[in-house]
């Protein structure tokens, strides 16, 4: 599971939990994941990022026109050969990237997904597609989201998210 708050709800339904507080903050989960990646997946780990990475910026270049920004565990290096590369797109209206993606031959899906925004909650649409064999899940938030910082998770971190020359940046280093 890439979803760490679902992780969280499954493990405590499994387990028989109801107090929430007990179960681990996201960053405590990411140190584990990152402490087993360094255990386990230390030869194949770094090289599969760097894979993603680079598919996250030729999917960044191609949808320039729509401000891509990096984020989840692509960025945070956390990704391995299961993750998907996860954009967020700045558009006042997503069929202008549906037709780009027609224009371009790009297959793609459709979804939507709940997102909390400041203390309101919306529905943003996502499209799902391929890019060099690298699933790319693009949510499209209005542009006048762009300037404003998400919403901070609930261990109290802003979740980072990064430009494409950030993002270059990354790979560079």
């Given amino acids: 599971m890439t ?3 679902l992780a969280k709800q499954k493990a405590a339904r499994q387990s028989g939990l109801t107090d929430a507080k007990i179960l681990p903050d996201n ?3 990411e140190e584990a994941l990152r402490d087993y990646q360094g255990l386990y997946q230390s030869h194949d ?5 760097r894979r993603l990475r680079e598919a996250a910026c030729e999917a960044m270049r191609e949808l320039s026109s ?3 920004f990096l984020v989840g565990a692509v960025l945070n290096g956390t990704a391995n050969q299961y993750s998907e ?3 967020q797109l700045f558009a006042d209206d997503c069929k202008a990237l549906a037709l780009f993606l027609v224009n371009r031959g790009r297959r793609f899906d459709v979804d939507e997904k709940r997102v909390r925004l400041g203390d309101d909650w919306r529905h943003i649409p996502q499209f799902v597609l391929e890019i060099d064999g690298v699933p790319v899940r693009i949510s499209v938030y209005a542009s006048a989201e762009e300037h404003r910082r998400p919403r901070p998770r609930a261990d109290g971190d802003t979740p980072p998210r990064a430009s ?3 993002v270059e940046a990354l790979l560079g280093a």
Avoid at 45 to 49: D, K
């Fill in 164 to 166: 494409l020359a950030e």
């Fill in 3 to 5: 979803d760490f708050a």
């Fill in 27 to 29: 960053r405590e989960i």
């Fill in 85 to 87: 590369v996860t954009l």
């Fill in 45 to 49: 780990q770094p090289i599969e990022l």
């Fill in 66 to 68: 729509f401000r891509p």
